[in-house]
């Protein structure tokens, strides 16, 4: 059990309160609230259509909430933020775009800048440095259509990044990952939010690749949603309460599985052979 | 081949050319090819109808293209719009065969907007298309970034607050400005090929952005150039060898691109055991040339 006194030291970067968003008469997001710290891990977790990315929709400022307030350290959101960092779910490139990593990630220092970058050392040693940090100066120079998945995902994280944000936000970065490169993102995005005291954000629909390093969870089911630390959330009174119907959380040596209830049993099949992967930590 | 006449035609191709070949490596990236046909028939529409009722041809053009230009963003604003830039592109074409068959004595007018008429331009002619040239460039040096960035990753802008949709109609209308100094130079028909052969050939060549918008400008003033040479040799249209052109210097691209990728396959192989600092080399070994 992690204790509360350690979170609380953090600032605060980012808070939802009762944060309900109605989309052409139905509501999406119902009573949404939590807050991100900086140095913090968060995983988002909920299936598809859950309303994570509606929830980062609304943190980026890009739907308005119908009610409840969204505050960034303390202070309503400003118009344009370059203090978000962003990574979209996987962006589908043409492999012949001319755009190699390190162009990638310049764009991410002031892509919404008018007017041509001049090429200069200070520029080149920021993305340098960047592309380091990442572990990416392999595949700076390769196109960005033919990286591989994980190659592209910390591209994109560099990118991201290179602005100095005091929160990142990571929509599904782990969906087209083999296990090795789901490893690989996981620990760079918790050595991120550390090392640079930035608050991470990072929607899956699986939680056990974050289980490992992940300082809070926010569950999300059918538009709501309920934070704390794993302990606190992923249970069977607070998830069966969430879902609206009874679920079982069962801890499998160190992973959890989230299931329909007894009456349920032929999910739990289902969900057995979905998590059959091999242990975790062997890289 | 340099003499009196001839030298408007040089300097106002160049012209065309260069604009072609910046605006075109835009509209290869964002998969526009199809809106580069359609903006220019609604234009030869518009300058068939303006001769048919006796004024400018040059406005006639100029604002049937920027109207469909705006009207296929305004209309394809949710998701892709290929079916409204098929249904513009039918429709101005339509439009134009009706004011053609009305005014017959004007086919060779005609003709040269659907195929081009670059060795009869006039001094006017030299000055408007340097005005609009002008302008297009400026546009998208100003663009050049968040453009550039809502083309690759339209979320990741949008979440920067630069708006997809405002961008695209940003860049339709410069696409209705290339068209306008385009169309009575190279025709309705063949501008496509400056604007969509160049800019994808260069991108087989280099994976540098702006060497990529460099070298569409460098392969598009090459066509336009060899095309007036050839055509003031054979007296054939300059329409043809424009579009001849093109299909060979992507076609010539693809295969430089099929023929490096073999060769940095295999670094590629070579590369996988490796774990120490062999790792640090690059797959593509020929690109490692700062910016």
Request: net charge neutral; aromatic share 6%.
């Amino acid at each position: 059990m992690t204790s509360p006194d350690r979170f609380d030291a953090r600032p605060e970067v980012l808070r939802l309160e009762g944060v309900s968003l109605w989309l052409s008469g139905r509501e999406i997001l119902h009573d949404v609230g939590f807050s991100l710290r900086a140095g913090e891990l968060t995983g988002l977790i909920g299936s598809n259509g859950a309303g994570k990315t509606t929830i980062f929709r609304v943190i980026l400022g890009l739907e308005t909430p119908s009610s409840g307030r969204v505050l960034f350290a303390g202070h309503p959101r400003p118009h344009r933020n370059r203090l978000i960092g962003y990574v979209p779910q996987s962006i589908g490139l043409d492999p012949d775009v001319p755009l190699r990593a390190r162009d990638l990630v310049a764009l991410g220092i002031d892509g919404d800048r008018f007017g041509i970058p001049l090429p200069s050392r200070g520029r080149r040693r920021l993305v340098d440095d960047m592309l380091e940090a990442v572990d990416a100066q392999a595949f700076a120079d390769t196109r960005v259509g033919k990286l591989s998945g994980g190659e592209l995902q910390r591209s994109l994280i560099a990118h991201a990044l290179i602005s100095q944000p005091r929160l990142l936000l990571l929509d599904e970065p782990l969906a087209s990952l083999d296990i090795r490169s789901e490893q690989e993102v996981v620990g760079l995005l918790a050595r991120i939010a550390r090392e640079q005291q930035i608050a991470v954000l990072i929607s899956a629909h699986e939680m056990n690749p974050l289980l490992p390093v992940m300082d809070r969870v926010v569950y999300v089911a059918s538009g709501r949603a309920a934070s704390g630390s794993t302990e606190e959330v992923v249970r069977e009174d607070v998830l069966s309460a969430l879902y609206g119907h009874h679920v079982d959380v069962l801890h499998l040596q160190d992973r959890i599985l989230v299931v329909a209830g007894k009456d349920e049993g032929h999910h739990l099949e289902l969900e057995r052979e979905q998590h059959a992967l091999p242990p975790r930590g062997l890289g | 081949m340099f003499a009196g006449f001839m030298v408007h035609a040089w300097v106002v191709a160049t012209m065309v050319a260069v604009v072609a070949g910046v605006v075109g490596f835009f509209t290869v990236l964002r998969g526009s090819a199809f809106v580069a046909h359609a903006v220019p028939q609604a234009g030869f529409a518009g300058a068939a109808g303006a001769s048919l009722i006796g004024i400018s041809t040059f406005a006639g053009l100029g604002t049937f293209a920027v109207v469909s230009a705006l009207a296929i963003g305004m209309l394809g604003k949710r998701g892709r719009h290929d079916a409204v830039t098929a249904l513009a592109l039918v429709f101005m074409l339509g439009l134009g065969a009706l004011f053609l068959s009305w005014s017959e004595e004007y086919a060779s007018a005609i003709y040269a907007l659907l195929f081009g008429e670059v060795l009869g331009v006039s001094t006017n002619q030299v000055l408007a298309t340097a005005v609009l040239g002008v302008v297009c460039i400026s546009a998208v040096v100003i663009l050049y970034r968040p453009l550039l960035l809502s083309s690759v990753m339209p979320e990741a802008a949008e979440a920067r607050g630069v708006r997809s949709h405002r961008m695209e109609m940003y860049f339709l209308v410069v696409v209705a400005l290339v068209t306008t100094m385009s169309v009575p130079v190279v025709g309705a028909l063949l501008m496509f090929s400056l604007m969509v052969g160049a800019p994808g050939a260069a991108r087989s060549f280099t994976d540098k952005p702006l060497g990529a918008l460099g070298l569409s400008v460098g392969i598009s003033v090459a066509i336009v150039w060899i095309a007036i040479a050839a055509s003031y040799e054979t007296d054939w249209p300059v329409g043809f060898f424009v579009g001849v052109l093109g299909a060979v210097f992507f076609v010539t691209g693809r295969g430089w691109a099929a023929w490096r990728r073999s060769g940095a396959g295999r670094v590629e192989r070579a590369r996988q055991p490796a774990t120490g600092p062999m790792r640090f080399t690059t797959a593509t070994g020929m690109n490692t040339e700062p910016t």
